[in-house]
């Protein structure tokens, strides 16, 4: 490889296209405090995702933070350590017992049937991600929820776009967070969102975004500062002009590396969840022990030659030293989430990736 391949390269609009955009900004002087390409890129938004209310944020960890408090969470919240540490640490921010759940070896997503036994008085809510931008088991989740009397805010960060037959997958929980980090499908440099399920609960989170303010003079609680500005919004406008056609280049090379590993052996590639409409975020792949070399040793000789995949999740979340003390924590209470933490690798996928690329690596791989 003559430049390095990185898992993810951010997709970028032209730039000449943000120009008006900026020009705009530059004219009507206003910056940030939800002004007209916050308000546009909500309605848009809404419109394309196909759900009735969103709040943007300044990034999904804030907005994450802030879905707990919006919600009263406290005590103890069931989550999976297979995710980014985000999820985890967003419970921390609210002063959270994390109590994580193994998953399910197909879908690496939390497994509904592991959670019941994890309950305790102590347990206010659920927090699963769908991982990969693959569905959780929506129903098997509420039912749990329903029955104990739990709330359910999804981590939707690799989620954008995705769908199940009764449309956005969204729709589920009492939340839903979004990401637009750089590096994810939809970006807008740095960015996140929380899906809401009414108005009121909008202009409840609206303010919790702002400070905690309510009017001019009135402060009704400890709210944050997890605005997103005109300049990010901007971005996010213009990205959506594009995001089709990313969308459909990310499912070719899906497609093109699904067909040119079918047959290596120790290869698993990770199958969708059952979703209606998918967004090819992620390509990982599990290597088994029947594959000649280790996970590491192929990950390491892929970035000798120039490749950079990621072992996503590696580390488990559960691992790190502000989680590991946690009776939860404990490798034998999640057998299935350290297998695929010991076997993953995602391989490159963007809308820029070229086809050659990706036949290289997938030769590589069959050659080891
Ligand atoms: C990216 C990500 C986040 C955090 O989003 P930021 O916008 O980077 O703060 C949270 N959870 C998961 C699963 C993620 O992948």
Same mark, same amino acid.
Request: glycine residues 6%.
């Given at each position: ?46 419109e394309?995702l196909?759900v ?17 408090q ?14 980014f540490?985000?999820?985890?640490h ?9 109590v ?19 309950i ?18 929506? #129903?098997?989740?509420?039912? $749990?929820?329903?029955n104990?009397?739990? *709330? !359910?805010i999804? %981590?939707?960060?690799?989620? /954008? +776009? ?7 997958i ?7 967070v ?11 440099? #740095?960015?996140g969102?929380? $899906?809401?399920p009414?108005?009121k609960? *909008? !202009?409840?989170? %609206?303010?919790?975004?702002? /400070? +905690? ?11 944050i500062?997890?605005?997103?500005s005109?300049?990010n919004a ?28 079918? +047959?290596?052996?120790g ?8 979703e ?18 280790s ?10 030659n ?5 072992r ?38 963007y ?16 050659a080891?």
């Amino acid at each position: 490889m003559s430049k390095p391949i990185y898992v993810t390269q951010p997709y970028l609009p032209p730039l000449e296209e943000f120009i008006p955009y900026l020009e705009k900004i530059w004219a009507n002087k206003i910056l940030t405090n939800g002004g007209p390409f916050h308000q546009q890129l909500e309605k848009a938004l809404c419109e394309y995702l196909g759900v009735e209310h969103i709040a943007l944020f300044t990034n999904g960890t804030i907005a994450l933070v802030t879905a707990l408090q919006a919600l009263r969470i406290t005590g103890e919240v069931i989550t999976t350590p297979y995710s980014f540490v985000a999820t985890s640490h967003s419970l921390l921010w609210n002063g959270i017992k994390p109590v994580f759940v193994d998953i399910d070896p197909n879908t690496l997503n939390l497994d509904p049937a592991k959670i019941e036994a994890a309950i305790t008085p102590q347990t206010t809510a659920i927090m699963p991600v769908h991982c990969y931008g693959h569905p959780c088991d929506v #129903e098997a989740i509420q039912k $749990i929820a329903d029955n104990y009397n739990l *709330k !359910v805010i999804y %981590d939707a960060a690799h989620a /954008f +776009g995705v769908q199940d037959a009764g449309g956005s997958i969204l729709r589920h929980g009492d939340l839903s967070v979004l990401s637009f980090h750089a590096t994810k499908v939809f970006n807008t440099f #740095e960015g996140g969102a929380i $899906i809401c399920p009414d108005a009121k609960t *909008k !202009v409840h989170i %609206d303010q919790l975004k702002n /400070f +905690g303010h309510v009017g001019e003079t009135n402060v009704v609680a400890p709210g944050i500062n997890g605005k997103m500005s005109e300049f990010n919004a901007a971005l996010g406008l213009l990205q959506l002009k594009y995001i089709d056609q990313a969308l459909t280049r990310r499912k070719e090379i899906d497609a093109a590396y699904r067909e040119r590993l079918k +047959g290596v052996k120790g290869i698993h590639c990770l199958n969708d969840a059952g979703e209606k409409v998918a967004n090819y975020a992620y390509f990982p792949i599990l290597v088994g022990a029947d594959y000649p070399i280790s996970r590491d040793d192929l990950y390491q000789r892929l970035k000798d030659n120039g490749i950079h995949p990621r072992r996503y999740f590696y580390p488990l979340i559960s691992e790190f030293p502000m989680y590991r003390g946690l009776p939860s924590a404990h490798r034998e209470n999640l057998p299935a989430a350290t297998a695929a933490a010991q076997q993953v690798l995602c391989l490159p996928i963007y809308p820029d990736l070229d086809m050659s690329v990706v036949n290289e690596i997938t030769r590589f791989i069959a050659a080891q």
